[in-house]
């Protein structure tokens, strides 16, 4: 016995390879060192020591029972290659998880362990998850490990596990969330800059073949590359780049919320035809979209139940002078928030006299875009055509039919007339006769 007497160091022991029981008790240890040559150690006794860390303990495999009470163990380095240790005392050291010491789960034949005196016997399930970890530990903390608490140890650790696949599944959902609406954001920024730098192109080059080269290049590279993220957390729903096609699977009108971020000009023309069937939406949010033009929003002049909607000042028609006018007139008197600012009364008075005439018109249920009025002009020039040629024919064979009268109408009259010069009364009664004959009945 080595105990109590101050030692600092552990050394000079090289020579002493027989040795199987080591006490360095109550001494001023920092640190297990200079025992590898121990190759017959089966109890070593570091009991109230100044240790704050457990080696990996590479060369002693022989080592039955680890005494380490009364330190300031924090850590544990792996030591799963101690196959022959059965006893591992902890008790009174500076352990606050389970994960700073987690090493210990791996020694495969732990029979008995004690912690007392720790942090970390305070935290919830400590001694569960021991028992579900240790799978050979027979005694923890003196007391025997049960065969009922061993099940009861089983069943929450398949219901842990479980529940740690539900986080990692959340987390590798949230990580490609976020990765894909990265990489939906930087195709929006180049394609926005390479939109751009046409702009300023064709400024300079206005009907230049290398623009129109240029300008069709870029619309078959939005095309072939469409990308899209659209996710649906119970009414609320978030889009991010060309996700309209997955509407078509959704059940629009339970959507209560909606958002639309990064669109390209054509699916942001596609989405707002559809529109029309989100009949419970409340609440609309555009991102950065490039809304541009008034009658861009148009369609939304059909989402009855709005009450606030929201567009990014990275949209230029934000920046217009009449744009807020213009969206309280188009929207119902539902609508109580334009981007994030309450709509008041007096704001609404202003719009009607503004832009109310126009407005109503387009919100009128029986206005139609240009292709619905075609079919019905049509249908009315085919029944005024009919109307003309019906009119047509009967005036032909009204002007056949009078002159067949009138050719025997003058014979007759002439004929009677030679015939009672003497007796004018006579012939005009002939005359009338004959008229009355030759007319059609009426």
């Known amino acids: 016995m080595l105990g109590r007497n101050r030692i600092r160091l552990i050394e000079n022991l090289d020579e002493l390879v027989k040795l199987d029981l080591l006490d360095l008790h109550s001494n001023q240890i920092t640190t297990i060192e200079n025992i590898g040559k121990l190759s017959s150690l089966r109890v070593l006794n570091l009991e109230d020591n100044l240790i704050e860390r457990i080696p990996t303990l590479t060369e002693l495999v022989t080592i039955g029972e680890l005494n ?43 029979t008995e362990l004690t912690m007392e005196q ?65 990489h939906i954001k930087s195709m929006w920024d180049q394609n926005r800059l390479d939109s751009l730098a046409i702009s300023d192109s064709a400024k300079h080059q206005t009907g230049s073949n290398s623009c129109r080269h240029q300008t069709s290049r870029l619309k078959y590279e939005s095309n072939d590359k469409k990308h899209g993220y659209v996710e649906l957390d119970n009414s609320n729903l978030k889009m991010y780049g060309d996700g309209v096609a997955a509407l078509d699977r959704l059940n629009l009108d339970m959507i209560t919320s909606a958002e639309f971020h990064m669109l ?73 928030t334009l981007c994030n600012v309450p709509v008041t009364k007096i ?15 387009i919100k ?55 015939v009672q010069q003497d007796n004018p009364s006579r012939g005009i009664d002939a005359l009338a006769h004959a008229v009355a004959e030759y007319m059609p009945p009426s």
Not at 136 to 156: M, Y
Not at 306 to 313: A, K, N, T
């Open 364 to 418: 009128q249920d029986t206005y139609r875009a240009a292709t619905s009025i075609k079919p019905v002009e049509q249908q009315g020039a085919r029944n005024y055509v009919r109307y003309l040629i019906d009119q047509g024919v009967e005036s032909d064979q009204k002007l056949k039919m009078m002159n067949e009268i009138w050719q025997k109408l003058v014979l007759k009259t002439c004929a009677n007339t030679i």
């Open 264 to 336: 390209l000009p054509i699916q942001l023309e596609l989405l707002l035809k559809k529109l029309k069937d989100f009949t419970a939406l409340t609440s609309l949010v555009f991102g950065p979209t490039g809304i541009s033009q008034l009658k861009q929003l148009l369609p939304l002049a059909s989402v009855k139940s709005l009450v606030s909607i929201d567009i990014d000042c990275q949209n230029p028609i934000v920046t217009m002078s009449v744009f807020r006018s213009y969206m309280i007139s188009l929207l119902s008197d539902s609508i109580k």
């Open 347 to 361: 704001e609404r008075e202003s719009a009607r006299i503004q832009f109310g005439g126009l407005c109503e018109i």
């Open 118 to 182: 720790n942090a970390v016997t305070e935290l919830n399930k400590y001694r569960i998850c021991i028992i579900n970890r240790c799978k050979a530990l027979k005694l923890l903390d003196g007391r025997r490990v049960l065969d009922e608490e061993r099940r009861s140890a089983l069943k929450i650790a398949k219901k842990d596990a479980e529940r740690k696949r539900e986080v990692d599944r959340k987390t590798s959902q949230v990580e490609e969330r976020t990765k894909c609406i990265a």
């Open 68 to 110: 380490l009470k009364k330190n300031k163990i924090k850590y544990i380095d792996t030591n799963s290659h101690l196959e022959h240790l059965r006893r591992l005392m902890l008790s009174d050291n500076k352990i606050s998880t389970l994960n700073n010491v987690s090493a210990v789960f791996d020694i495969p034949n732990l």
